[in-house]
């Protein structure tokens, strides 16, 4: 799947995860892919803390496991 910039694609990833709601790297991951698009690991964990973190998503460690949760 081909984005057409950085908002789309942010969208994307927003769309797929709920207001409050916590889900872990591979759960969105399995998520995205069931939409079409499967990014690597690396590529998905960049594109969150580059682009969505903090502002869009929040993060909770959780026995080493990064929680993201939609803000």
């Known amino acids: 799947m081909r984005f057409w910039n950085r908002d789309h694609k942010r969208k994307f990833i927003l769309e797929a995860i709920g207001y409050g709601e916590k889900v872990s790297l591979s759960e969105l991951m399995d998520r995205l892919a069931s939409r079409g698009y499967r ?24 026995n080493g496991i990064n929680l993201y949760r939609r803000i």
């Not at 990014?39 to 909770?60: G, K, Q, W």
Request: no cysteine.
């Open 39 to 62: 990014p690597s690991r690396h590529e998905l964990a960049l594109f969150i803390r580059n682009n969505m973190l903090y502002r869009y998503l929040a993060v909770e460690k959780k």
